[in-house]
């Protein structure tokens, strides 16, 4: 029993890990009742998000670290009342202040302590079956939005925001204080040991504390982490933008992350199993590759499907890719100091996520509308694919009729297709 006990680790990770993060990331389907009820702005209610992302960041460095001393049970246990306690307060919040510290600030924070300190348990007990085990406990972040928002969205129509998020509090707490229970160390967990084989390149003297951070293993991992991050967020944050950019409807655009969220979690264990196979570093060098392809043709798609069929690669590669750097982590580094290790990378990999989508948005820059559309299109959207003759024109999408407008009387010498520009260019930001 004790060999297999990995498997339960597992399962109340994978629980602990949906709720916690379904939670938080159900803000978006209480926005609208929030604003009808309390008249505060979009942008100042995303801001709780945007806080609870960089609280979520840097907390998870500190979550990790302390992990690593006192195991992963007390900070799980401690995030919960975090998670709960942040949500009871926003949902009792009359001033929008108070609801960005309790949403951004606590809900954040705890956070973090549902990745680093989680997988690191979950790496003690494994050396066979390493990427599977956790890529199923990073399936259960897949599939919060696909379970939590659902069940946040009913309870709202049933009894209002405040008493769903409440409700969503105390159920969330119940659930993760019994399920944190059920995780615990690896028996030879406070054993120094070596990291696992084939690691020739690992530190040859055991590296103690922050000591860590400074090796080069660690420098490449979160590196690497970073950039990948980086990479993908900035089309995840602006393909709506730019299909419709080409031409398609908001709700058929939307549908893009829909299929790059279910591609996501196929891709998770499609890679796990590879990687158990044929070696973590090669499935990860294999994704980054697919990953920068599917990138790199974004900016030759011009019709809806195509898009939906790069989202489904592109959604397999980064989603199967980003749990397998946890298992590269422990290939180099002993399980006692996991837990430093994956809370710095984690938080690397939150300023990449942070920084892609700007680095996108600077890349682009308006230019001539196409005929028929006054939308600009990015300046690193090349008209047609180099292997196309220019007899062949690609098939566009249908485009939308260029809407009316009428200068201002105050000022009759603006020219009529500036305003439709300028407002659509905000689509790109």
Not at 271 to 292: E, P, S, T, Y
Not at 414 to 421: D, S
Request: glycine share 12%; aromatic share 10%.
């Amino acid at each position: 029993m004790e060999k297999h006990y990995g498997w339960v680790v597992v399962a109340a990770g994978a629980v602990i890990t949906c709720l916690a993060m379904g939670a938080m990331f159900a803000l978006p389907v209480y926005k609208p009742a929030i604003a009808a009820e309390m008249g505060w702005s979009d942008a100042g209610i995303s801001l709780a998000m945007s806080i609870g992302f960089i609280t979520m960041g840097v907390a998870g460095f500190g979550w990790g670290t302390l992990s690593d001393k006192i195991g992963a049970r007390p900070v799980v246990l401690i995030a919960a009342a975090l998670l709960g306690a942040g949500l009871l307060l926003a949902s009792q919040a009359r001033d929008l202040a108070l609801f960005q510290f309790a949403y951004g600030g606590l809900i954040g924070a705890s956070g973090g302590a549902f990745f680093a300190p989680i997988i690191a348990a979950t790496l003690g007990w494994f050396d066979k079956h390493r990427s599977l085990a956790v890529s199923l406990v990073s399936l259960g972040g897949g599939v919060a939005p696909m379970t939590m928002s659902p069940l946040a969205a009913f309870f709202i129509e049933q009894m209002g925001w405040r008493s769903a998020m409440f409700s969503i509090a105390v159920g969330a707490v119940a659930i993760i204080v019994p399920a944190s229970l059920l995780i615990r160390r690896a028996p030879w967990h406070d054993s120094i040991g070596t990291p696992a084989p084939a690691t020739d390149a690992a530190p040859k003297k055991p590296a103690t504390g922050f000591s860590v951070l400074r090796t080069p293993q660690f420098f490449v991992l979160a590196g690497t982490f970073f950039l990948c991050c980086a990479a993908h967020s900035g089309p995840i944050f602006h393909t709506v933008s730019y299909a419709i950019i080409c031409g398609a409807t908001l709700a058929g655009a939307t549908g893009i992350y829909a299929i790059e969220g279910i591609a996501g979690l196929f891709g998770r264990l499609a890679f796990a199993v590879l990687a158990d196979r044929i070696g973590v570093r090669k499935v990860i060098v294999g994704g980054l590759a697919l990953q920068a392809v599917g990138i790199y043709l974004y900016i030759y798609l011009t019709e809806l499907n195509h898009f939906y069929m790069l989202a489904a690669v592109l959604g397999l590669a980064y989603g199967g890719v980003m749990p397998l750097y946890s298992v590269l982590a422990r290939e180099y580094f002993p399980p006692r100091l996991l837990g430093t290790v994956l809370g710095a990378a984690t938080m690397t990999s939150s300023i990449g996520m942070a920084f892609g989508p700007w680095a996108a948005a600077g890349s682009t820059i308006p230019t001539a509308p196409t005929t028929g559309s006054t939308s600009p299109r990015p300046a690193w959207a090349s008209p047609r694919p180099p292997w196309r003759s220019p007899s062949r024109q690609p098939r566009r999408m249908p485009t939308r009729p260029r809407p009316s407008y009428s200068p201002p009387d105050d000022n009759p010498d603006i020219p009529c297709h500036t305003v439709p520009i300028v407002v659509r260019q905000g689509l790109l930001y």
